[in-house]
C-alpha cells in the first residue's frame, strides 16, 4: 500500500509539472499548437519548454563533453538496451521528450507518428519499469537530411538520437521469440508495436 501511495504522489507531481509548465505560456502561443493525441506536442514548442525545465542550459563545452548515444539504423536488438537506459535513468516523476524526424527517403506521411508510438508503448507498456504515460512527450519535427530519427531528451538535454531505416518503424519488443525463428508479430509481447498492429490491415510484417 505504501509503494503505490508513493507512486500516485509521483505521477500527481508530474501532472502538476506539466500543467504548470503549459501554464507559463500565453494562449495565443497554445493555440497556435497543434496538439497531437496523449500529451504530444509540435517540436518547436517542445524545444521552448525544455529551455523552462532544464535547470541549467550550461556553456556550448560542457554541452559537447556530455556522451550523446547514436545508434542505427539497426535491428530490434540495438535500440531496447538504449531505451531501457534512458528511462532507468530518468526519475519516475521526469520528463522524457521525444522528437520524431523524417528522413530524405522517408515518404510515409504517418511514420513519425509510427515511430512515437512504439517509443511510449515501449516505456508505458512493455519495460520492466513501466513508465507513466504523462511522463512521456512526444513531438513531430522538421524533415532532415540522411536518415529519419527521433531524438530523446531528458532535463531539456539530448541523450539520445535512434536513426532508422527508411520508411521503417522503430522495431522494439520481443526480438528473441520462441520457438526461435517465430514471426515476430505472433509474439503477444509485439503485438502492440508498428507494424504488428497493421496485421488486421493486410500490410507486410518486418523481415
Not at 39 to 54: H, N, Q, Y
Not at 95 to 124: F, K, P
Not at 165 to 186: H, M, Q, R, S
Request: aromatic letters at 8%; a positive charge.
Amino acid at each position: 500500500m505504501k509503494s503505490t501511495a508513493l507512486y500516485n504522489n509521483r505521477l500527481e507531481r508530474t501532472r502538476h509539472k506539466r500543467s504548470s509548465l503549459l501554464s507559463c505560456v500565453g494562449e495565443p502561443f497554445k493555440r497556435s499548437v497543434s496538439w497531437l493525441p496523449v500529451a504530444e506536442m509540435k517540436a518547436f514548442f517542445l524545444l521552448f519548454l525544455c529551455t523552462l525545465w532544464s535547470p541549467a542550459v550550461g556553456s556550448a563545452q560542457d554541452r559537447s563533453n556530455e556522451k550523446i548515444q547514436v545508434i542505427g539504423p539497426g535491428q530490434c536488438q540495438d535500440y531496447g538496451p538504449v531505451l531501457d537506459y534512458v528511462s532507468q535513468n530518468a526519475a519516475v516523476d521526469q520528463l522524457i521528450i521525444v522528437i520524431a524526424r523524417r528522413g530524405e527517403g522517408d515518404i510515409r506521411t504517418d511514420i513519425n507518428r509510427r515511430r512515437l508510438h512504439n517509443v511510449r508503448t515501449y516505456w508505458t507498456r512493455f519495460s520492466r519499469d513501466k513508465r507513466a504515460v504523462e511522463s512521456v512527450i512526444l513531438a513531430e519535427g522538421e524533415r532532415v537530411k540522411d536518415h529519419g530519427h527521433l531524438e530523446i531528451y531528458v532535463g531539456g538535454k539530448l541523450i539520445a538520437v535512434l536513426k532508422l531505416k527508411t520508411n521503417w518503424d522503430l522495431i522494439v519488443g520481443n526480438c528473441y521469440p520462441e520457438p526461435l525463428g517465430a514471426p515476430f508479430c505472433k509474439v503477444k509481447e509485439n503485438r502492440d508495436f508498428y507494424p504488428c498492429l497493421d496485421r488486421n490491415r493486410g500490410r507486410k510484417e518486418p523481415r
